[in-house]
């Protein structure tokens, strides 16, 4: 049996949340899909895996799932797990869903969970807290109870709609500044190919704002400029002003 954790985490809040999930798991195999490393994974009937997106304007970031797309999991159990900035997470969790029921894996248990938002800091600033740490560990216990029971059957209505929203891409304007120093990072970091080798500016085309670069930059030369920043904060603080409890699924 080998048990995996595959995720997409651009600014490591996902990783975060997964951590402390498989903190009970031993001997995992780590994927993150941001660093272009996963491969085509042979799963085998006893496998587990723990498999991680947040959501993007209510979507699984694009072309993510496209990058798994020859997944086979051979009846093998997954659990899904949603992170958002406190938003919502809208037909993230369903798309996970219908994707890997349709890619032959059994959905063992499911979770969505409220981290700092990515692009505004100061929206759900202090998430994950000690009560969704605490319960984030006791989900991980009745997964492990669930694995010994033997019994694998999920039976919940996933939250979500068929079809899905539209995808929306937001197009941050993100500034580079004098202070880069052209040392390649965010180049090479950039899960979409969206930064150029010769001036690191980005296209915007590619650009699914992740924020990687931002967060990576070690001299802090990029930044999304202060009009988008407002335009986002204005339109958000409307919607996230409310605290969000975490859904557990099992």
């Not at 580079?176 to 040392?183: A, G, H, L, S």
């Not at 915007?204 to 030369?221: F, L």
């Amino acid at each position: 049996m080998s048990t995996y954790k595959i995720y997409f985490s651009a600014t490591n809040k996902t990783k975060n949340i997964l951590d402390i999930l498989t903190s009970k798991f031993n001997n995992i195999l780590e994927f993150n899909i941001a660093d272009n490393n996963i491969k085509n994974i042979d799963f085998n009937k006893d496998d587990l895996t723990f498999f991680g997106v947040p959501s993007f304007a209510g979507r699984v970031p694009v072309n993510i799932l496209n990058s798994i797309s020859t997944f086979n999991g051979n009846g093998s159990n997954i659990v899904l797990v949603v992170t958002y900035g406190n938003r919502a997470y809208e037909d993230t969790l369903i798309e996970l869903y219908d994707f890997f029921i349709e890619h032959n894996f059994n959905i063992l248990a499911m979770m969505t969970v409220i981290t700092n938002h990515s692009i505004v800091g100061n929206i759900a600033k202090d998430r994950p807290n000690n009560n969704d740490v605490r319960d984030i560990l006791s989900f991980g216990d009745k997964i492990l109870n669930k694995l010994n029971s033997n019994d694998y059957r999920l039976d919940v209505k996933v939250p979500g709609n068929r079809p899905y929203k539209e995808i929306k891409v937001s197009k941050l304007d993100i500034i580079v500044n004098d202070k880069c120093i052209k040392c390649g990072l965010c180049y090479k970091l950039c899960p979409t190919n969206a930064i150029s080798q010769t001036n690191y500016t980005i296209n915007k085309d590619r650009c699914i704002s992740c924020m990687r670069c931002v967060y990576n930059c070690t001299s802090h030369a990029r930044y999304v400029s202060k009009v988008a920043l407002d335009n986002l904060m204005s339109h958000l603080e409307k919607v996230c002003s409310e605290y969000k409890e975490n859904e557990y699924y099992i």
